[in-house]
C-alpha cells in the first residue's frame, strides 16, 4: 500500500452534506486522506441540525466551517486529487479548474429536505447515512493500484 495522502475535496449546493464529508472522512480516513468540503452556494452557516448529527455518531465538528469552492481554486491553492460533488452536479459555468487536475465525481445524494426541525432531522440523518457508508466505500479502495478511468468510475460507484 502507498504512503500518499489523498487531498479530498466535498462540494456541496447546500453545506450539510459537504461538512458530513468532511468530518466524517477526516476520522475514518485520516491515515490516507485529507478532508475539505466547500458549499457552491454564497453566505451559507453551518447548519445546527447537521452538527449535532455528525456529533451524535461521534465525527468530530470542533473545526468544521463554511468555504467558499473557489477558495480552493485559487493560484496556489493546494492540489486536489478528488472532488465529489455530494447531489446535484455543479453547473460547468460555476465548476472552477481545480488545482492538480482531481478526478472529478459527483455522489447522487438528496439534498436534505426542507421542513420543521423534525423532518429536517430524519432528513439530515438519511443523508448521513449514505454519505457514511459511501465514505467507509472510499477508504476502502485500493486508489494507488487503480488506474485512473477505472478509480473515477469505482469513485462514481459509490453511491449506487
Not at 485520516?30 to 445546527?48: D, G, K, L, Q
Not at 443523508?127 to 457514511?132: G, K, L, M, P, T
Request: aromatic letters at 4%; glycine letters at 6%.
Amino acid at each position: 500500500m502507498s504512503d500518499k495522502v489523498y487531498n479530498v475535496l466535498f462540494v456541496s449546493g447546500n453545506s450539510s452534506a459537504g461538512l458530513m464529508a468532511e468530518s466524517i472522512l477526516g476520522q475514518v480516513g485520516s491515515h490516507r486522506f485529507e478532508a475539505r468540503s466547500a458549499s457552491s452556494s454564497r453566505s451559507e452557516h453551518a447548519n445546527p441540525i447537521a452538527i449535532d448529527e455528525l456529533w451524535s455518531r461521534g465525527y468530530p465538528t470542533l473545526d468544521l466551517g463554511v468555504k467558499a469552492a473557489e477558495e480552493f481554486a485559487r493560484p496556489g491553492a493546494r492540489p486536489l486529487d478528488i472532488v465529489v460533488t455530494v447531489g446535484e452536479s455543479l453547473p460547468r459555468e460555476q465548476a472552477p479548474a481545480w488545482p492538480g487536475s482531481p478526478l472529478t465525481v459527483v455522489w447522487d445524494i438528496p439534498t436534505p429536505a426542507a421542513g420543521d426541525d423534525k423532518q429536517l432531522r430524519s432528513s439530515l440523518h438519511q443523508v448521513c447515512q449514505q454519505i457514511e457508508d459511501a465514505v467507509k466505500k472510499l477508504v476502502a479502495l485500493p486508489l494507488d493500484r487503480l488506474d485512473r478511468s477505472v478509480a473515477a468510475a469505482r469513485l462514481r460507484g459509490l453511491t449506487a
